[in-house]
């Protein structure tokens, strides 16, 4: 299945040194009680132990850190069993990039990475699964965790949910006001201004039936006025009266901007529930639908921005963001601040930069000075750092000193 381009760019394998051919997707962030084998890439839950944290992954967080040039992040939340996989997976030109589920089970734990991107000529993009945020396995505390990891990590947040949504509807999606009480942007802060810094928020509506209202002028309502109008009408002010309401402002303040797609039924149920192997039967208006809404991503893409003026996250930056950002969530209590991250990354990577130039330094230098017979004694560990006598000592020493 290729992916018709609207715009410059083209897909690329991420490979690490050491291992072979990747899976198609790897967990990034995943729960302290399961275990994840590489080689099956199966990850797989000890329900005996409590569900009470997240993990990184060390080989996805060394995928992050092969690439270089700034990052497009698309993330995907929602319900359990509404196609979040298969929309990502249609973004790779595959229908199952990521690990799709046939039955009520949850088949995806935690955050998941593609481990293909588009390449843009400025960007990469990269594709983040999320596990459904009403999953059995999950708890409620995790579940709120991976939304807020989701939206930190993005430049696009989609919602995937099905069906045409009311205002009732907003009861379900306690986690976003949660999300508006649980960030800030620098100390002694509200939320009020998240919405620099948080990603485009897109709500994507699954096998929509039935045809939206009309506007009081008897003109239909675009998805988006329909959400906008009707479903988030009345959350604007500060002052809110309910959970649907606190909601909604949650929705509308927080995120820069508010868009609405919706796309109808792949085909009947057998379709569904084998949608990898029926690609041939799915139906012709479900199919345009999902490629415009794929175009609709590549084309409006963008690098996620840095906490600075003008800056832009990188693979490496972002890997830092994530391990920060994990730790933070794991401790009781502790509320995310976006200053105090991006801080803490800008140093953290820093220090990245550091070791890993002064061991080109050392491996270049040593290199030299045997090449030339120059003096140099073996021990580098027991050598006195601070009156170093070997000629790379010195060279060692006059380095760190100028970094």
Not at 223 to 249: C, F, H, W
Request: proline share 6%.
């Amino acid at each position: 299945m290729e992916l018709q381009q609207s715009r410059n760019f083209k897909p690329r394998k991420l490979t690490l040194p050491g291992i072979g051919s990747l899976p198609s997707s790897i967990p990034l962030i995943y729960p302290n009680n399961a275990k994840y084998d590489m080689a099956k890439n199966e990850l797989s839950l000890d329900k005996s132990k409590p569900r009470s944290s997240l993990k990184v992954l060390p080989e996805a967080i060394k995928l992050l850190e092969s690439i270089q040039k700034p990052v497009a992040v698309v993330s995907i939340c929602g319900p359990c069993r509404t196609g979040k996989s298969y929309i990502l997976s249609r973004m790779l030109g595959s229908a199952d990039a990521f690990a799709l589920g046939y039955t009520m089970d949850a088949k995806t734990f935690g955050i998941w990475i593609g481990t293909s991107v588009l390449e843009f000529d400025e960007f990469t993009m990269l594709l983040l699964d999320t596990e459904g945020i009403d999953s059995v396995d999950a708890e409620a505390l995790t579940d709120a965790n991976i939304l807020v990891l989701s939206v930190l990590l993005s430049s696009c947040f989609i919602y995937n949910s099905m069906g045409v949504p009311k205002k009732g509807d907003l009861n379900s999606m306690m986690q976003f006001e949660m999300i508006a009480r649980s960030i800030i942007e620098k100390p002694g802060e509200d939320g009020s201004t998240l919405s620099k810094h948080f990603p485009d928020f897109i709500w994507l509506l699954r096998d929509v039936m039935l045809q939206l209202p009309a506007a009081e002028d008897g003109k239909q309502l675009s998805p988006t006025d329909y959400i906008i109008q009707r479903v988030l009408k009345r959350g604007q002010g500060r002052n809110y009266e309910s959970n649907t309401d606190k909601v909604a402002g949650a929705i509308i303040t927080s995120f820069p901007s508010i868009k609405c797609v919706m796309i109808s039924s792949p085909g009947d149920k057998d379709v569904v529930q084998n949608i990898a192997s029926r690609q041939q039967d799915l139906s012709p208006i479900f199919n345009k639908e999902v490629e415009a809404f794929v175009h609709h991503l590549c084309d409006h893409a963008k690098p996620k921005c840095g906490y600075a003026i003008g800056s832009l996250v990188t693979g490496p930056l972002l890997a830092r963001m994530v391990a920060e950002y994990v730790n933070i969530v794991n401790k009781p209590g502790a509320i995310p601040c976006i200053s105090d991250v991006w801080s803490a990354t800008i140093e953290s990577e820093y220090v990245r930069n550091m070791n890993q130039l002064l061991k080109e330094y050392d491996d270049e230098m040593g290199e030299m000075i045997s090449k030339r017979g120059m003096p140099m004694e073996g021990d580098k560990e027991e050598e006195d750092k601070k009156n170093p006598t070997t000629l790379l000592g010195i060279h060692r020493k006059i380095c760190q000193q100028k970094t």
